[in-house]
C-alpha cells in the first residue's frame, strides 16, 4: 500500500540535534506543511523556532517508552535519528521500535553506519542491533548507512591547529565522509520517496585519505597541516599521554584501525541519488564549513 504524501504525518526524532534540525528544514523545503511535520525531542525550549513555524513539537526521550509512544500516535513515517549515547543505544532504540510498533507508523528511515553488516568499530554493533530490530518489528524500514561527517574532523582543527598536524593510524585508508547537509538532505528524500529504490542505502561523499584532507584544511584554513600516521601502539600511547582512559584510547583506535581498512569508504553513489546531485566535495565543504 503507498503513502499518500498529503495523507501522511511526518516525524523525525532528536529534532534539535544537529543531524536531526537539518532534516526538519529539508523536509519544510520539500514542501511538507509544518502541520504536517512532527519533530520528537527531549526538550521543547530548544524547538520554540520550530514550533513558531507551526511544527508539531512533541516531548519523548529514548528512555521513555511511553512518551515515545505519545510522540508516534498518527505518524505515518519516522525519520529515526539514531541515539548519541554510545552504550546504552540498544536499549533506548528498542523503545523507539517498540513505540513505533503500537502506533500508526508504516515506515522507519533509520540512520544507521556504513557497511554496518562487516563494520568492526565498537560503533556499529548497537547498529546491527537496531537494525534487526527493524528488520524483525514487521514495519517497512529503509537503512541510511552513513560513513564519516566531515564536521567529526573540522570540530578537531583547533587541535590540528596546535600540534601543526592531523594525526592517525589510518595509513592510506580512505573516508567517505559528508556533511551533516547532505545526510539529512538525503534523509528527507528517503523519508517522502513513495516508493525507496532500496531498503539499504550505503551514503557517503567522495573519499579522501587522511593526507588529503590535512592538505585541503590546511590550504583552507591558511594553516600549515601535515598528516603524520603513526603505529597502532604508538597512536594509542599518544592517545594515554594526553589524558584518555584505556577504554577511550581503545575505542580511538579502533576508528582508526577501521578506516586504515576501508571499511568507512563506500561510493557516493546512493547518496548522489537521493540527493538528486553531486555529493558536496571536499573542499567545498570544508571551505563552507571553516573556510
Known amino acids: 500500500m503507498q503513502l499518500g ?37 527531549r526538550d521543547a525550549s530548544k524547538a520554540a523556532d520550530l514550533a513558531a513555524r507551526g511544527v508539531q513539537v512533541r516531548v519523548a526521550d529514548y528512555g521513555d517508552p511511553a512518551a515515545l509512544e505519545a510522540a508516534f500516535t498518527g505518524v505515518d513515517r519516522l525519520l529515526f535519528v539514531s541515539g548519541s549515547e554510545a552504550g546504552r543505544r540498544e536499549v533506548q532504540h528498542r523503545n523507539v521500535v517498540a513505540a513505533a510498533q503500537a502506533t500508526s507508523v ?18 556499529a554493533v548497537e547498529h546491527r542491533l537496531t537494525e534487526q530490530l527493524l528488520r524483525d518489528s514487521g514495519i517497512d524500514t529503509v537503512l541510511l548507512r552513513n560513513s564519516w561527517y566531515v564536521e567529526n574532523y573540522t570540530a578537531q582543527l583547533p587541535q ?17 565522509a559528508a556533511t551533516r547537509g547532505d545526510y539529512a538532505e538525503a534523509a528527507a528524500a528517503a523519508l517522502l520517496a513513495d516508493e525507496p529504490r532500496a531498503a539499504r542505502y550505503e551514503l557517503g561523499g567522495p573519499a579522501f585519505t587522511m593526507a588529503e584532507l590535512a592538505a585541503v584544511l590546511g590550504d583552507v584554513t591558511g594553516t600549515d597541516l601535515a598528516y603524520r600516521d603513526l603505529p597502532p601502539a604508538d597512536f594509542r600511547a599518544g592517545l594515554l599521554a594526553a589524558g584518555l582512559d584505556e577504554g577511550t584510547a581503545d575505542f580511538v583506535l579502533a576508528l582508526e584501525l577501521a578506516t586504515a ?16 546531485r553531486p555529493a558536496t566535495d571536499l573542499r567545498t565543504a570544508l571551505t563552507e564549513l571553516v573556510g
Open 160 to 176: 590540528y591547529r596546535a600540534t601543526g598536524a592531523v594525526v592517525g593510524a589510518a595509513g592510506e585508508g580512505r573516508v567517505a
Open 261 to 276: 581498512a576501508g571499511e568507512l569508504d563506500v561510493p557516493p553513489t546512493d547518496l548522489e541519488e537521493l540527493l538528486g
Open 106 to 123: 508504516r515506515r522507519i528511515v533509520y540512520t544507521s553506519i556504513a557497511r554496518a553488516d562487516t563494520n568492526s568499530t565498537p560503533l
Open 5 to 41: 504524501r498529503l495523507m501522511s504525518l511526518f516525524a523525525v526524532t532528536g529534532a534539535t540535534g544537529h543531524l536531526g534540525r537539518l532534516a526538519v528544514s529539508s523536509l519544510l523545503d520539500r514542501g511538507v506543511a509544518p502541520s504536517d511535520l512532527v519533530a520528537v525531542v
